[in-house]
């Protein structure tokens, strides 16, 4: 019964962080369209009672060119809102 419980929290746990995951690789596509996505990492999070913030690390390869990009999404922990997403092309 206990094993089941834990798998059930790893589960939940598992989809928020593909919730997050995904909402990264979705605002680094609306910047490059037609960009394929290779990789995808997060690089750290940081939670506080009134806010959340995940930064990803996203590698795109755009025609010849291959390069990464940061997505850091800031949002509010109780609700799952949305406060801020910043999208910045990491520098080589």
């Given at each position: 019964?206990?094993?089941?419980?834990?798998?059930?929290?790893?589960?939940?746990?598992?989809?928020?962080?593909?919730?997050?995951?995904?909402?990264?690789?979705?605002?680094?596509?609306?910047?490059?369209?037609?960009?394929?996505?290779?990789?995808?990492?997060?690089?750290?999070?940081?939670?506080?009672?009134?806010?959340?913030?995940?930064?990803?690390?996203?590698?795109?390869?755009?025609?010849?060119?291959?390069?990464?990009?940061?997505?850091?999404?800031?949002y509010n922990p109780h609700s799952n809102k949305v406060n801020k997403v910043i999208v910045v092309e990491e520098y080589?």
């Amino acid at each position: 019964m206990v094993q089941s419980a834990q798998s059930a929290d790893a589960k939940v746990i598992t989809t928020a962080a593909d919730q997050w995951e995904s909402r990264a690789v979705k605002e680094a596509k609306k910047r490059y369209p037609l960009a394929h996505v290779l990789f995808k990492q997060k690089v750290w999070d940081r939670h506080r009672e009134k806010e959340s913030v995940k930064q990803y690390h996203i590698t795109l390869k755009d025609q010849a060119k291959e390069f990464g990009v940061f997505v850091t999404i800031s949002y509010n922990p109780h609700s799952n809102k949305v406060n801020k997403v910043i999208v910045v092309e990491e520098y080589s």
